[in-house]
């Protein structure tokens, strides 16, 4: 079992950072891929960026440029750098895990967080 929990989440204006946090526990060396994906009132849950067998990094097309995902072994921590932010990016953001990388848009991710909710206002 994995258990993920996200932290960083808050209300920042438009144009300002924030920096997500994404801490594994239990069986993380099995861990093949992890991502964040995020979900806004409505709608369904999206990928935003991707980390896959430690050495692919793919990004949703509308937050390229701006967030960054990273990821500290040593720390057992997955991060999001989220930079000029726009209303459009309020959302709750979740970090996910999989053991074993499966098809898009959810590549087998099969553990996940909680969630932390951004705010970004106008």
């Known amino acids: 079992q994995v258990q993920l929990v996200e932290s960083g989440g808050g209300l920042v204006q438009a144009g300002g950072s924030l920096r997500l946090s994404c801490a594994a526990s239990?069986?993380?060396?099995?861990?093949?891929?992890m991502g964040w994906y995020r979900q806004a009132p409505g709608k369904q849950r999206e990928l935003q960026a991707i980390l896959i067998r430690g050495d692919t990094v793919m990004y949703a097309d509308s937050v390229k440029g701006r967030f960054t995902i990273s990821r500290d072994n040593a720390k057992n921590t997955v991060y999001l750098q989220m930079t000029s932010l726009k209303p459009e990016d309020t959302a709750v953001y979740y970090c996910g895990a999989a053991q074993r990388l499966g098809m898009p848009p959810y590549y087998g991710i099969n553990y996940w967080g909680k969630g932390t909710l951004v705010t970004v206002s106008s």
């Open positions: 239990g069986s993380i060396f099995s861990l093949d891929t």
